[in-house]
């Protein structure tokens, strides 16, 4: 996966969730715009505290390189 790919799913119009799936075998969703951040070479993911809150709990740094699917979720799976 390289950023240029992973820009493109993430500045979709309107956007729609994500999953990822690592080459640990390892799925990891991103559920809302602006949640997430493309790097050189890590994609930033923020997970919120609560739904509908801008508070953010954790967050996970991936390498791109460890991307090996992304799989767009439907609206209401999310």
């Known amino acids: 996966?390289?950023?240029?790919?992973?820009?493109?799913e993430l500045e979709r119009e309107p956007?729609?969730?994500l999953r990822?799936?690592?080459?640990?075998g390892k799925v990891m969703d991103i559920?809302?715009?602006s949640s997430a951040f493309v790097r050189q070479n890590t994609l930033l993911i923020?997970?919120?505290?609560?739904?509908?809150?801008?508070?953010?709990g954790?967050?996970?740094v991936?390498?791109?390189r460890l991307i090996e699917?992304?799989?767009?979720?439907?609206?209401?799976n999310a």
């Open 46 to 56: 923020m997970h919120r505290l609560r739904a509908n809150t801008l508070a953010i």
């Open 1 to 8: 996966m390289t950023s240029e790919d992973m820009l493109q």
């Open 58 to 60: 954790n967050y996970d």
């Open 62 to 64: 991936i390498a791109l």
């Open 69 to 76: 699917r992304v799989e767009t979720l439907a609206a209401s």
């Open 15 to 17: 956007f729609i969730p």
């Open 31 to 33: 559920e809302y715009p």
């Open 20 to 24: 990822l799936h690592l080459s640990s």
